[in-house]
């Protein structure tokens, strides 16, 4: 993915670190208002799609060499303004962390519940009408009417989110302890390790400076080697946590973040 996942969160949490300890009434009042500008600069983008197709072109140089360049001048606005996107959710992330709502589902079941319904349905309903507008079965000409779509589609994108995480904490009061939970558990905790990987995957298929399959795949191709490519991720992950090693992207993190003491692996 062209997006610089990893600077973006490195630099939001650079940016919150202030914040962890403040009051709930400060975190709360500050994720509110970073939904103004976050929201803002994601309708932006969402106004600029509606405008014209967004492709991956641009990404598609010949050379790995030119890629890497290609992306310099751009970087630092999109790292920005990606750090700026994601701030309201990790400071909610942070209230709901000092609470253990989704450490201890199930203490915090009726809330998840509420969550997970009055949320996902907000999120729907909020952004069924850029669907309509991206299945064609609905045009529009009108620059207002398409950054009030925009805006409802991104802002409801957030309640979206906080409803999947909710109803994830749900499932995982009923699901805990079996092979395939802990299977997904030992995934999450070497979640930078695997995101890395199937960059590795994607850039090796899809690039024209590797095998540059991207226009010889159907979408149908394209779902099933994600699903087989998400397999083979948990698959790993679990033996890595058979084994007892932690992800090497997780270690080096832990290594760079505690220099002053020493990093206890277990390998």
């Given at each position: 993915m062209p997006l610089d996942i990893i600077a973006v969160y490195?630099?939001?949490?650079?940016?919150?670190?202030?914040l962890v300890r403040a009051r709930d009434s400060v975190l709360l009042w500050t994720g509110v208002l970073s939904l103004i500008p976050a929201t803002l600069l994601l309708a932006w983008q969402s106004v600029q799609a509606q405008a014209g197709p967004v492709t991956m072109a641009r990404f598609m140089e010949p050379t790995f060499g030119a890629h890497v360049v290609a992306s310099i001048p751009t970087w630092p606005v999109?790292?920005?303004?990606?750090?700026?996107?994601?701030?309201?959710?990790?400071?909610?992330?942070?209230?709901?962390?000092r609470r253990r709502i989704l450490d201890e589902p199930e203490r915090h079941a009726p809330l998840l519940a509420r969550v997970t319904v009055i949320f996902l349905l907000v999120s729907v309903l909020g952004r069924l009408p850029a669907a309509l507008l991206a299945a064609g079965a609905w045009t529009n000409?009108?620059?207002?009417?398409?950054?009030?779509?925009?805006?409802?589609?991104?802002?409801?994108?957030?309640?979206?989110g906080i409803g999947l995480a909710a109803a994830v904490g749900l499932v995982a009061i009923r699901a805990r302890g079996g092979r395939v939970t802990t299977a997904l558990a030992a995934l999450g905790q070497r979640s930078m390790t695997f995101y890395l990987f199937q960059s590795v995957v994607w850039v090796t298929l899809f690039y024209p400076f590797t095998l540059g399959l991207s226009?010889?795949?159907?979408?149908?191709?394209?779902?099933?080697?994600?699903i087989g490519v998400w397999l083979l991720?948990?698959?790993?992950?679990?033996?890595?946590?058979?084994?007892g090693y932690r992800g090497p992207a997780e270690v080096l993190l832990r290594s760079l973040s505690y220099r002053s003491r020493p990093v206890r692996e277990t390998r």
């Open positions: 490195g630099m939001t949490l650079l940016v919150l670190v202030p999109e790292t920005a303004m990606s750090t700026i996107m994601v701030v309201p959710g990790m400071l909610l992330g942070i209230w709901a962390a000409t009108s620059v207002g009417v398409g950054w009030t779509v925009a805006i409802a589609h991104d802002l409801t994108g957030y309640a979206g226009d010889d795949m159907s979408f149908t191709a394209t779902f099933g080697l994600a991720s948990i698959l790993l992950a679990e033996g890595m946590r058979v084994a």
